[in-house]
């Protein structure tokens, strides 16, 4: 059965640091290209980062890049998202994705003072 659990969220002040990670099972990580999603309230869902199967291909929507890196640790099969100089408008469900197929069930990430 296929899992993807999300961790890391919770409440920031502005301007912190959090490291969001996605742990999977059930399923064959290394061979997915993987990617994070996030859901502000009352606003749709939007991309954020995408990481091929090896690591070496990441791709940044344009909104987030500069703040936001993707990683993976295939060894772990374990999906990352560092989130530096956080701000309110971050406020979202962050969401892991393997290959447009499977979600896990996100993690709340709060920024406010």
């Known amino acids: 059965q296929v899992r993807l659990v999300e961790s890391g969220g919770g409440l920031v002040q502005p301007g912190g640091y959090l490291r969001l990670s996605c742990a999977a099972s059930?399923?064959?990580?290394?061979?997915?290209?993987m990617r994070w999603y996030r859901q502000a309230p009352g606003k749709a869902r939007e991309w954020v980062a995408f990481?091929?199967?090896?690591?070496?291909?990441?791709v940044y929507a344009d909104s987030m890049k500069g703040r936001f890196t993707i990683s993976r640790d295939n060894g772990r099969s374990t999906l990352y998202l560092e989130i530096n100089s956080l701000k309110p408008e971050d406020t979202a469900v962050y969401y892991c994705?393997?290959?447009?197929?499977?979600w896990g069930k996100g993690t709340l990430v709060s920024v406010n003072s």
């Open positions: 994705n393997a290959g447009e197929s499977y």
């Open positions: 059930g399923f064959t990580f290394s061979d997915y290209g």
């Open positions: 990481i091929s199967d090896t690591g070496r291909t990441t």
